[in-house]
């Protein structure tokens, strides 16, 4: 009995730590209230480290969600939204068990493994920023990756809330060419648009069931609704989208609206 115990405490302990991890909670974040010269913060440096004691389960669940740690960092790529979290979590506990500090460049994920490296791209400028993964979340619907007030900020998104982002992980002692931050900081930044939002409503593995989810679709809402098919191992599947996407919030409202119309498994996806 004591020994269920334990381990039932220990799994109240672990849901905590992953519940305080950044984006988990609806309290009102902010930035601080003198703004430090982050040019002057450098990137993180990918290393070596073991997997951190906490943060790591093979799978858990937050407000009803299961997520699934992956096994391995290494070959993760994914173009999604980024957020930022500052003061509100500032000094406190990360779900692998180190302080968050937002002067550091840091991230959380909700699946990579803990510590993980990361290149982050704000596809919107092409700004580039190393970060260290140490943490769990966001746990907001259509938010890949959170990120430090530091990384936010040099990436350009702070001031919008969030950002386009394309995740690649870094693999340490693999050979790539090593670019510092202030060579980061000299490099031009692309115009904006060169990335775009669509809602994914749904993948069906034949035509005719798309295209009766795309017309259900223009029955209710006014935006352009279109069927991408996409070759794969199994076989086609026929990807029904809305958009282009005008805004991250049109797309949180958008998504909301079509759960009320019966889908439920809408999410934004970024081309």
Known sequence: MRFATYWKRLALALTYLLLVACGSVSEKDSAPSRVPDVSQIPDAVPKYEPRSKYGNPAQYEVFGKNYYTLASAEGYHEKGIASWYGTKFHGRRTSSGEIYDMYKMTAAHKTLPLPSYAEVTNLEN??????????????????????????????????????????????????????????????????????????????????????????????????????????????????????????????????????????????????
């Open 126 to 271: 092409g700004r580039k920023v190393i970060v260290k993964i140490n943490d769990r979340g966001p746990f907001h619907d259509n938010r890949l990756i959170d990120l430090s007030y530091s990384a936010a900020t040099k990436l350009g998104i702070v001031s919008k809330g969030t950002g386009l982002v394309e995740v690649r992980t870094i693999t340490p002692g693999k050979a790539g060419k090593t670019v510092t931050s202030r060579e980061r900081e000299s490099q031009p930044v692309k115009p904006a648009g060169s990335a775009a939002m669509f809602l994914q409503v749904g993948a069906f593995s034949t035509l005719n069931r798309a295209e009766q989810v795309k017309v259900r679709l223009q029955q209710d809402i006014a935006d352009s609704v279109t069927i991408m098919p996409v070759n794969g191992v199994q076989g086609t599947l026929y990807r029904v989208r809305v958009g282009p996407l005008a805004s991250v919030a049109y797309g949180d409202d958008l998504a909301a609206r079509l759960v009320g119309l019966g889908f439920r498994d809408s999410h934004i996806v970024v081309d």
